[in-house]
C-alpha cells in the first residue's frame, strides 16, 4: 500500500527537480519552423517592382475574407512588369487564419509568408490589424 | 515584573512577525514548489525570481472591491474571515523553537509560555479553525459554499479525533502535556522512530485537518468553485488565505515539535548550529512536504474521505496506543 505512494512521491520530486520548459516570452523568444507561417508580405522583382499583378486570386480564396484589393493599370510598368498593379491591398489580421492558401494560389508568388509572428497592436479595438501595403510590401535596402 | 512583561511583549511580537513572514513566503513557496513540480517556473519577475510577490499580492487583494452577498446573514458573513487567523496566532503562544539564550544577564527561554497543557491547548485550538469554514460557508447564503460547510463539518469532527489519538502514544511515552518536556525528551533519538505510525496518521490527519489536497473536499476547485470562500473577495478572501497558511506553519511546527526532535540537531557533531535554526529547517523541510503531496495524490471520493479516517485511520490510531501501551508495559517488566 506504501509503495505506490511513495512511487508517485517520486515521480513528482523528479519534476521539482527537471529543467522548467517556460519560455521567458518578451525575454527571449522561440525559434519557428522553417515553413512558419506567419505575417504576409508582399513581394517584389528583380527590378524592385511588385510582384502583384492584382489578379485577386488571393482575395477569391481566402476562407476568412480576410484579404481587399483593387488594381489600377500602369501602362507605363513603373509598378509592376505587366501594365497592371494592386493599388489598393489590405489583409485584416483580425480575420486571417494564417492557412496559407493565398500563398499557394497566388500565380505570380507576388505574395508569401514569413516566420514573424508578433501581430499584437496597442490600443483597443481592431483597427490596427487591418495593415494596409505600406506594411506589407517587401522593404528593400535604400528605399 | 516590568522586565518579564517588556520580554513577553517582545516575544509576542517576534513570533507574530515571523509567523506573518512565514505566511507569506509560504504562498510563494507554493507557487513556485507548484509551478516546478509542473514544469513551469512560477512567479518571476516581481522581484529577483518573484521574491516581493507576496507583498504585491497583498496590494492587489487589499485593492480588490469588497463584495459582500446580499442575502447573507451579515454578523457570521463577517465573523468568519476575522477568525479565520485566531488559531494559528494562538497557538503559536505554546510552540518552543529553542531551548534558550541569555541576554543583558537574563535567561530567556525562547518559547512564548510553557504550560503543562500544551497539546490539549493546541487541540482546543486547532479545532477552532473549524467555525471558520462552517460560519463561512453556512453564512454566505450560496450553495457551493454551502456543500463546503457541510463536507468541512464532517471532514474536520473526523479527522479531529484522529488527530488527537495520534499524539497519544507520544503523550504517553513522554508523561507529560507539555510541548518543551516532549522536545526534551527527544534530545537523543526523535521521536518518529519510537512513533513511526503515529507520525503518518498524524501528518494525514493534520492535512485533512489544513483542508489540503487529497483532503481538500471543502474548497474542492473543480466540484465547487471555491468552497466556502466562493462569496468572499478582497481582505475578507486574504484573511482566509492567511489563515489557511498560518495554520500550515503551526502543523509543521507541531510536527516538528511532537515527532522530529524540535530545536535539537539530528546529529552530534552538528549541534553548535543554533536550535532555532534547526527548528526553522525542520519546518520548512515539513511545510515543503505538505506542498509536495499536493501535486502527487489525486482528490479523495467524499465517501472514501469518510471511510478512510472511521475504517481505517481510527483503528489504526487505537492499535498503536494499545502497541505503545503494552511495549512501555513489557519494558517496565510488568504493571
Known amino acids: 500500500m506504501i509503495g505506490p505512494l511513495l512511487k508517485g512521491l517520486r515521480v513528482t520530486f523528479g519534476h521539482l527537480l527537471k529543467p522548467s520548459v517556460t519560455v521567458k516570452y518578451p525575454y527571449e523568444k522561440r525559434e519557428v519552423a522553417e515553413r512558419y507561417r506567419g505575417r504576409h508580405i508582399l513581394k517584389l522583382d528583380e527590378d524592385g517592382r511588385e510582384r502583384c499583378c492584382a489578379c485577386g486570386m488571393c482575395e477569391e480564396i481566402c476562407p ?11 501602362p507605363e510598368f513603373k509598378y509592376s512588369d505587366v501594365g497592371k498593379y494592386a493599388e489598393y491591398y489590405v489583409i485584416d489580421y483580425a480575420r486571417c487564419i494564417f492557412c496559407g492558401l493565398c500563398v499557394d494560389s497566388c500565380p505570380r508568388g507576388a505574395i508569401e509568408m514569413t516566420q514573424d509572428y508578433e501581430l499584437t497592436v496597442p490600443g483597443p479595438g481592431r483597427i490596427n490589424l487591418i495593415k494596409d501595403k505600406g506594411w506589407l510590401l517587401e522593404k528593400r535596402g535604400g528605399e | 515584573m516590568l522586565a518579564a512583561i517588556v520580554i513577553a511583549v517582545i516575544k509576542m511580537l517576534v513570533l507574530f512577525a515571523v509567523l506573518m513572514l512565514f505566511v507569506a513566503y509560504g504562498t510563494l513557496a507554493e507557487r513556485k514548489v507548484s509551478g516546478h513540480i509542473q514544469d513551469r517556473l512560477g512567479p518571476l519577475y516581481c522581484g529577483s525570481h518573484g521574491f516581493l510577490q ?12 469588497d463584495i459582500v452577498a446580499r442575502e447573507s446573514d451579515k454578523f457570521l458573513y463577517f465573523l468568519a474571515p476575522m477568525i479565520a487567523v485566531v488559531p494559528a496566532i494562538l497557538a503559536i503562544g505554546v510552540i518552543p523553537f529553542g531551548e534558550s539564550i541569555t541576554l543583558f544577564g537574563r535567561k530567556i527561554y525562547l518559547v512564548m509560555t510553557d504550560i503543562n497543557v500544551a497539546l490539549l491547548y493546541l487541540l482546543a485550538v486547532s ?209
Not at chain 2, 499580492?57 to 487589499?62: E, N, P, V
Not at chain 2, 473526523?158 to 534530545?187: A, N, R, T
Open chain 1, 64 to 74: 476568412a475574407d480576410a484579404i481587399k484589393l483593387y488594381g489600377k493599370e500602369d
Open chain 2, 54 to 65: 507576496p507583498f504585491a499580492d497583498g496590494l492587489k487583494l487589499f485593492f480588490k472591491e
Open chain 2, 127 to 335: 479545532s477552532f479553525s473549524v467555525y471558520t469554514i462552517v460560519f463561512g460557508g453556512w453564512s454566505a447564503n450560496s450553495k457551493y459554499p454551502l456543500l463546503g460547510g457541510l463536507r468541512s463539518a464532517a471532514q474536520f469532527i473526523s479527522y479531529e479525533l484522529i488527530l488527537g489519538l495520534s499524539i497519544m502514544g507520544v503523550i504517553m511515552i513522554v508523561g507529560s502535556f507539555s510541548l518543551v518536556d516532549i522536545v526534551h525528551y527527544q534530545k537523543g533519538m526523535w521521536m518518529v522512530v519510537y512513533q513511526p505510525l503515529a507520525f503518518i496518521i498524524y501528518m494525514v490527519a493534520a492535512t485533512a485537518e489544513l483542508n489540503r489536497l487529497p483532503f481538500d473536499l471543502p474548497e474542492a476547485e473543480s466540484e465547487l468553485v471555491g468552497g466556502y470562500h466562493t462569496e468572499y473577495s478582497s481582505m475578507k478572501f486574504a484573511m482566509f488565505f492567511l489563515g489557511e497558511y498560518a495554520n500550515m506553519v503551526i502543523t509543521s511546527a507541531v510536527a516538528v515539535c511532537l515527532f522530529l526532535g524540535g530545536w535539537y540537531s539530528p546529529v552530534p557533531f552538528l549541534s553548535w548550529v543554533p536550535g532555532p535554526i534547526w527548528f526553522v529547517v525542520k519546518l520548512v523541510a515539513v511545510f515543503f512536504f505538505l506542498l509536495w503531496l499536493r501535486w502527487t495524490y489525486p482528490r479523495f471520493r467524499y465517501d472514501q474521505l469518510m471511510g478512510f479516517s472511521w475504517k481505517y485511520l481510527l483503528p489504526l490510531a487505537l492499535v498503536n496506543i494499545l502497541a505503545t501501551g503494552g511495549v512501555m508495559i513489557f519494558l517496565q517488566g510488568g504493571i
